[in-house]
């Protein structure tokens, strides 16, 4: 549907990635107990209201976006599972995305989330054919006890044919999504989902998260009841130090906190968010940041679906000063391991950090937490350990 492009010839701090957009699909197969996005179980009476409500959203955003000075160069398609949805439904998204936001040039990255369990050989050939460039896999783990732990549908053996279906499709950005930390997952296990990474050649990115309990998840339920037995961070400090030196040897490098790629191949949208750039968000729970503005379109999917409200409405809405802007730009960029730029943020805000953080910034210089090379201030091994404590400090 998006004529081809060749994305590696788009650098990452390319003004190409002056906006993008993202669609959330809400369903899934079942909740896993670690996930607090918005999904529900998937049936098709409530993909086909969603499709009616969601293109109707994409022409009220159409018109918001023409009033303001800046073009969408990437789009992400999450969830949920979108592959869960039809490939007819999928195609009229993708088609009337094409008509509002890209009809004199394709997105520089096309992106669409998938499980193992609800990927095919057709409908990732039916992908490449609608345009999309990246495809993003949900393993979460490579060992049977780990998937599990973690509640997944899906066993190592479904894992690795998705992602050799998607090699067969021609993709040749294939991202995985790992989990660590994971209750009582063992060094020795671990190390054997490492192992079975090394042997996946077509995977060009990885994203390798740690468990994070949060609030109105079922682990969460099982924390607060005494019942999760969660690792302990000693433990979670080795495993990342397996886990960065491991990927650096199989050729990924490490450009942000939990993300890893092959040369060329770093995920564009994902790093406009982590620049603080412009972005529009589709269906319920999508966040849209048009500064100064922010706001997120309701959670709940039946207000979401009711055709009674007109517009979509909005969860919650503000509205950032310049310095608020500027503190974020800060934070988030830190995240990136090239940091973010001293110049950029002077051009960008009329700020400098230094003077605006005075000894607080030489402190945590001092303290070896944070580091300066060539313009860009950067989170150090150091302070990537202890990212959330550094950065409380900066907001």
Same mark, same amino acid.
């Given at each position: ?151 997944? /549908? ?10 050799? %279906?998607?090699?067969?499709? #021609? $993709?040749?950005? *294939?991202? +995985? ?113 048009? /500064? ?10 039946? %207000?979401?679906?009711?055709? #009674? $409200?007109?517009? *979509?409405? +909005? ?81």
């Amino acid at each position: 549907m998006f004529s081809s492009f060749n994305s590696k010839l788009i650098t990452q701090n390319s003004t190409l990635l002056s906006g993008g957009l993202y669609i959330h699909v809400p369903f899934c197969r079942k909740k896993c107990p670690y996930c607090d996005f918005l999904s529900i179980p998937y049936s098709k009476e409530a993909e086909a209201k969603y499709l009616k409500r969601l293109l109707g959203e994409l022409k009220e955003k159409k018109r918001l976006v023409a009033k303001r000075p800046f073009n969408l160069k990437t789009l992400y398609v999450g969830g949920g599972t979108p592959s869960v949805l039809s490939l007819e439904s999928i195609t009229k998204i993708v088609e009337a995305v094409k008509e509002a936001f890209f009809r004199d040039r394709p997105p520089v990255e096309a992106t669409i989330e998938c499980n193992p369990e609800s990927s095919s050989l057709k409908s990732f050939k039916k992908f490449k054919e609608l345009g999309f460039s990246r495809l993003s896999i949900g393993v979460q783990d490579l060992t049977q006890r780990g998937l599990d732990a973690l509640d997944r /549908p899906h066993g190592v053996i479904e894992a690795k044919n998705a992602i050799e %279906l998607a090699k067969e499709a #021609g $993709f040749e950005d *294939i991202s +995985i999504d790992l989990i660590f930390g994971w209750p009582t997952q063992s060094k020795e296990e671990l190390l054997t989902t490492l192992d079975l990474v090394a042997t996946l050649k077509a995977v060009t990115h990885i994203s390798y998260y740690e468990l994070t309990i949060e609030e109105n998840t079922k682990f969460y339920e099982l924390e607060s009841l005494g019942r999760l037995e969660v690792l302990n961070q000693d433990t979670l400090w080795e495993f990342t130090e397996i886990i960065e030196d491991t990927l650096k040897k199989l050729g990924f490098t490490q450009y942000e906190i939990s993300n890893f790629a092959k040369p060329g191949h770093e995920a564009r949208h994902n790093t406009g968010y982590w620049k603080n750039l412009p972005y529009i968000g589709l269906g319920p729970s999508a966040v849209s940041y048009l /500064p100064p503005r922010r706001w997120m379109n309701v959670r709940d999917l039946n %207000l979401y679906l009711d055709p #009674g $409200f007109g517009e *979509i409405p +909005i969860e919650w809405e503000e509205s950032l000063e310049n310095e608020e802007s500027f503190r974020e730009t800060l934070v988030i960029g830190l995240r990136m391991v090239e940091g973010v730029s001293i110049k950029g943020l002077e051009m960008r805000y009329g700020i400098n950090p230094f003077d605006y953080y005075g000894q607080t910034l030489n402190e945590l210089m001092e303290d070896n937490f944070l580091g300066l090379e060539n313009d860009h201030l950067f989170l150090t091994k150091k302070g990537r350990r202890v990212a959330n404590g550094v950065l409380s400090k900066l907001v």
